[in-house]
């Protein structure tokens, strides 16, 4: 069974911008979170759809938006690009988004904003 | 101060050596209790998932929980320098707003050198 896909890997953005990333989970899976990496915070959570509706949604700013498609695919968007928003970008994928589920991450996006 | 506390190291062991990583956390709430690897520039795997307080086992991995001290450990027996990467402890709690979202340690970095 194929594992989580991202695309793209890479990203380099100016400050201003708006960026869009893709996720596809494994297949059957119907829950999607995605997450932020950075040296300085760690990984934090950004918000998890299922059903193309978001459930749960972390403490960052409305410029970072995202959507799931009935295909269970997502995608995030984050507008108004600033330096801060330099991170990996990761999602993850599981059954049904359960406490007790494991959730499966893909390799991620890099973005990188000058 | 942040849920979850884990010391980034980073900690350089001996090939062979016996591993010790440790998070400890302040939401009781907490219920299921996982560790990750990541390697660099790759997403997190999922090496260990537990429950219950006590030792579970997999391997050259034990992972244990003590929730009455809010504190779990993994450590690695017979190190390998294969093992050299990030390790993250996770949690999940429970509740209708922690839908798809896991909380995470800010990573300790291992080496292990032969």
């Known amino acids: 069974k194929a594992g989580v896909t991202q695309t793209p890997r890479y990203l380099i953005k100016t400050r201003g911008q708006q960026v869009t990333l893709s996720c596809s989970p494994i297949?059957?899976?119907?829950?999607v979170s995605w997450y932020q990496q950075t040296p300085g915070q760690g990984l934090q959570f950004l918000f998890e759809?299922?059903?193309?509706?978001?459930?749960n949604k972390g403490n960052f700013p409305g410029r970072f938006s995202g959507r799931q498609f009935s295909n269970s695919r997502s995608e995030m968007n984050v507008s108004t690009l600033e330096l801060g928003d330099s991170a990996l970008y990761l999602c993850?994928?599981?059954?049904?988004?359960?406490?007790?589920?494991?959730?499966?991450f893909g390799p991620g996006t890099r973005l990188l904003v000058l | 101060q942040k849920e979850v506390e884990q010391d980034p190291g980073p900690l350089s062991v001996p090939e062979g050596a016996i591993v010790s990583l440790n998070c400890t956390y302040s939401?009781?709430?907490?219920?299921?209790f996982m560790w990750y690897r990541q390697y660099s520039r790759k997403g997190p795997e999922l090496l260990m998932y537990?429950?219950?307080?006590g030792n579970k086992e997999d391997g050259r991995f034990t992972a244990q929980v003590d929730k009455s001290s809010k504190y779990i450990s993994l450590f690695i027996r017979d190190s390998q320098p294969s093992d050299s990467a990030t390790y993250l402890c996770?949690?999940?709690?429970?509740?209708?707003?922690?839908?798809?979202?896991?909380?995470f340690g800010q990573g300790t970095i291992l080496t292990v050198h032969p």
């Open positions: 297949s059957g899976h119907r829950s």
């Open positions: 996770a949690m999940s709690a429970a509740g209708g707003t922690s839908y798809g979202k896991l909380t």
């Open positions: 939401n009781s709430a907490f219920q299921y």
């Open positions: 993850a994928s599981s059954l049904v988004g359960g406490l007790q589920e494991t959730q499966y």
């Open positions: 759809y299922f059903s193309e509706t978001q459930r």
């Open positions: 537990t429950y219950s307080s």
